[in-house]
């Protein structure tokens, strides 16, 4: 497959998981606010995770469309929500900045880096929601907070992802991928 395929298909791919992203936040304020459930879940940081694994650190385009939706549906203001949504949602791609260029295909194949990376990814985001939360309210234990609300998600995030790196060219390093499939 050329560059310019590749190319036209990662932004194919990056349009489908923002639009799932922002589906899945939709889903999640309406569960909690209209329907109140009483629980808050979102596949939209699961969706960012496997996205900057198969396109690197551009992957984060997801997880900040869906934080744009956090931002509507939030009774914060615009402010508030755009320091909590969007620059804490930013620190989501701290791991695959570190990672770099490398071969991602590392990450995914092997069960314990792919935790690791989820796990690491979910520290970041905390990092990231506690600096907001600092700056929103003064309150200094937002990101332990932060982290121990959303502990069954990154539990979650940690099933989801392993259940799908058993199906190939799901999580993988997408033009690794191409690349292999042009040799065949």
């Known amino acids: 497959m050329n560059n310019e395929n590749v190319v036209s298909f990662k932004k194919f791919d990056l349009v489908c998981f923002s639009i799932l992203a922002s589906i899945s936040e939709i889903m999640s304020y309406a569960l909690l606010n209209v329907w109140n459930s009483g629980f808050y879940f979102s596949f939209s940081t699961v969706l960012c995770l496997i996205s900057m694994l198969r396109w690197g650190a551009i992957g984060i ?5 869906g934080g744009i939706f956090g931002i509507f549906f939030s009774e914060m203001n615009l402010w508030s929500g755009l320091l909590y949504y969007g620059v804490g949602n930013l620190f989501l ?4 900045l570190l990672y770099g260029r490398r071969d991602r295909n590392r990450i995914s194949e092997d069960t314990l ?13 905390s990092v990231g929601k506690g600096f907001a939360i600092l700056a929103i309210s003064g309150e200094i234990t ?18 989801i992802c392993m259940v799908l790196k058993m199906r190939e060219g799901l999580i993988c390093d997408m033009r690794n991928y191409f690349n292999e ?3 065949c």
């Open 181 to 183: 499939g042009e040799r």
């Open 142 to 159: 937002g990101c332990i907070d932060y982290f121990g609300a959303t502990f069954l998600i990154l539990v979650m995030n940690e099933i």
């Open 113 to 125: 880096r792919l935790f690791l990376y989820i796990f690491l990814s979910h520290i970041c985001l």
């Open 61 to 65: 385009i997801p997880g900040v469309i």
């Open 93 to 96: 791609v701290i791991p695959m």
